[in-house]
C-alpha cells in the first residue's frame, strides 16, 4: 500500500497509521535524507526477522538504525563527549555514526564488536515517525542487498511491496547513501563514503 505523506509537514493521522502498524510487527518503506529506507521498531523481533528475509541479508550482518535526537542516541550507545560534539555538529545530517552500543539495544541490530550504526536524517517524515514510535527504526536501503537502490516509491511498490506492509511516498529520492563513520575509541574512521561533505574530518 503506498501512503503519500507531505514531505515539509507530515499529516499526523498518517503519521499515527504508520507508527500503529509498526507496532504491529510491520514493515515500512519510508524517505530519509539521502534515499529511502525500509524499516521496523528495533524492539519488534518478528519486524527485524522480516527484515532480514526481504533484504536476503547475511544474519551477521546487522542494521543500522534511526534515534530521535542526540539525546535518544545515548540510550542505545555510548557517547563520549568526543563523539557528542560531532554528531551534534552533523546531525540531523546524511550520516551514519557507529559507536559502542548499550545493553538495551537488541543483539540482532549489535556487530560482533558490540558496535552500533546510529543515523539522525535530516527528514520530517522518518523524525516524525521515531518520535511518534517512541524509540528507533530499523534503516537500510530499499533494495535486495546487493542489487540497485530504488529512488521512486512507485518502483519500491513494484518491486519489494508484497512484502512490505506500507511504502510511503515522500517524492522522489537520488541521494546517496549515507557515509559510515565509526568514533569508537574517540578515532574517526571513514568506513563508507557516501552523501555529505567529509572534508571537515580532515580539519580536526
Not at 77 to 89: D, G, T
Request: charged share 25%; proline share 5%; glycine share 8%.
Amino acid at each position: 500500500m503506498v501512503l503519500s505523506i507531505n514531505s515539509q509537514n507530515p499529516q499526523a493521522r498518517l503519521i499515527h497509521q504508520v507508527v500503529e502498524t509498526l507496532k504491529q510487527g510491520g514493515v515500512v518503506a519510508y524517505p530519509t535524507d539521502t534515499t529511502y529506507g525500509i524499516g521496523c521498531d528495533i524492539f519488534n523481533k518478528k519486524g527485524v526477522k522480516n527484515i532480514f528475509q526481504i533484504k536476503k541479508r547475511d544474519l551477521r550482518k546487522p542494521f543500522s538504525f534511526i534515534c530521535a535526537d542526540m539525546s535518544d542516541v545515548a540510550n542505545y550507545a555510548q557517547v563520549s563527549n568526543f563523539a557528542f560534539k560531532i554528531m551534534k555538529r552533523h546531525l540531523p545530517g546524511p550520516y551514519t555514526f557507529v559507536l559502542e552500543a548499550t545493553r538495551i539495544v537488541p543483539d540482532s541490530l549489535v556487530t560482533k564488536q558490540k558496535t552500533v550504526g546510529i543515523r539522525i536524517p535530516e527528514n520530517p517524515i522518518a523524525l516524525s515517525i521515531v518520535r511518534e514510535l517512541g524509540h528507533p527504526l530499523v534503516t537500510t536501503s530499499a533494495n535486495i542487498s546487493g542489487e540497485d537502490v530504488y529512488h521512486d516509491p512507485l518502483d519500491i511498490e513494484e518491486k519489494l511491496g508484497r512484502m512490505l506492509d506500507i511504502v510511503i511516498d515522500g517524492g522522489i529520492l537520488r541521494g546517496d547513501p549515507s557515509s559510515v563513520i565509526s568514533l569508537i575509541g574517540d578515532r574517526i574512521e571513514v568506513l563508507r563514503e557516501g552523501a555529505g561533505d567529509l572534508t571537515w574530518i580532515h580539519q580536526l
